[in-house]
């Protein structure tokens, strides 16, 4: 009887180790575990086996039972996943590969210095013009206090299209515009592209980017632009940012000012940056001139008024620690894209 056990044991796991698909198993177990197989046979012989003998012989046909059955199972469920596999490497979508990281695109650094700009200043109450970039001499120059003969239009080379035809050297161009079409109060910013006929390196490009901003009602005060200007770079560069206010001319403005913050790298002791003085220069500024106000139709014995012009780059180098101009358009991607999470 024992012999007969072992016998159909290893007949069956040979079966089983032949077949190669899910419906051979299933005949394996059918011709070994169905009710014409030799298991059930053996059950029945049973029977005939001396009865002192017979619990231990039939525990024997039970195991034997069982093993056939989870040897069953066990192929047919290497079968299937097999098959399963079979099947996804079939089609042409391996959903199973990990996905291939997209290149997120970002901002232009100077785009989103000039966007957080505006949005200080907007929400200061400020609101935005718009202004030609190919400008007259009149816009950029006559009406802003520059005669033909100027000494001062030196400060700026220009790029002419036509004899009084220009790309404007600032975003000052709007000031006599926006007073010529709108009555004060005047509170607004014109953010823009400037050019300057001037050699490109690290200091000088031909073209950059201004913000102005012009305030113009009945008693403005002096007082007033500083205040103004403390609150809007405070927001820009951190609340504990130190300004200092320094006496220049543009022929736009009495009196006129340029505004420096303390260098944000050496925190005023002097570095490279800040060419040792412990100074960042920012941006120009002052009160509008009466003969301005008078160009734009503007009555300055009632009115007064403030402007400043702003570089953007120049804020961004100073924000983002950038000692190159040319760095901004030169479009390298690995420049660019250290700003992505900005
Ligand atoms: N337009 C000046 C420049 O480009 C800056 C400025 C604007 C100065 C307004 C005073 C008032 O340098």
Redesign the pocket.
């Known amino acids: 009887m024992q012999q007969h056990i072992d016998a159909i044991r290893e007949s069956c796991l040979q079966e089983l180790e032949k077949a190669s698909t899910a419906a051979a198993v299933e005949a394996v177990r059918v011709s070994f575990l169905g009710r014409k197989g030799p298991v059930q046979v053996l059950m029945k012989d049973l029977r005939d086996v001396p009865a002192e003998q017979r619990p231990q012989v039939g525990k024997e046909i039970n195991a034997l039972r069982d093993l056939l059955e989870s040897r069953c199972d066990e192929v047919l469920e290497r079968l299937r996943s097999a098959e399963a596999q079979h099947q996804i490497a079939g089609e042409s979508i391996d959903v199973s590969l990990p996905g291939r990281r997209r290149y997120r695109g970002c901002q232009h650094i100077v785009t989103k210095m000039m966007d957080d700009i505006i949005d200080v200043l907007v929400a200061m109450g400020f609101s935005i013009q718009d202004g030609p970039e190919i400008e007259t001499d009149y816009y950029n120059f006559e009406a802003l206090n520059f005669p033909k003969d100027h000494p001062a239009r030196d400060?700026?080379d220009t790029f002419y299209v036509a004899p009084d035809v220009l790309l404007r050297?600032?975003?000052?161009n709007v000031?006599v515009r926006v007073m010529e079409t709108t009555k004060p109060p005047i509170r607004i910013i014109a953010p823009g592209r400037?050019y300057r006929n001037e050699a490109v390196s690290a200091r000088h490009h031909v073209f950059f980017h201004?913000v102005?901003a012009i305030y113009i009602d009945k008693n403005v005060s002096f007082s007033q632009l500083l205040s103004t200007l403390d609150e809007f770079l405070q927001h820009i560069f951190g609340r504990d940012v130190v300004t200092r206010y320094r006496p220049s001319y543009?022929p736009?403005?009495e009196p006129?000012m340029e505004v420096d913050i303390r260098c944000s790298l050496c925190h005023g002791k002097g570095c490279t940056m800040c060419k040792g003085s412990g100074w960042l220069e920012v941006?120009?500024?002052?009160m509008v001139h009466p003969d301005v106000l008078r160009n734009g139709g503007i009555d300055p014995e009632v009115y007064s008024g403030f402007?400043?012009?702003l570089g953007v780059e120049r804020f961004a180098n100073l924000k983002y620690y950038i000692n190159d101009l040319r760095l901004y358009w030169d479009n390298d991607i690995r420049f660019l894209k250290q700003f992505q999470s900005v």
Request: with cysteine; aromatic share 14%.
């Open positions: 400060m700026q050297t600032h975003t000052s000031q400037c201004q102005e543009f736009f403005v006129g941006l120009g500024a002052g402007a400043w012009g």
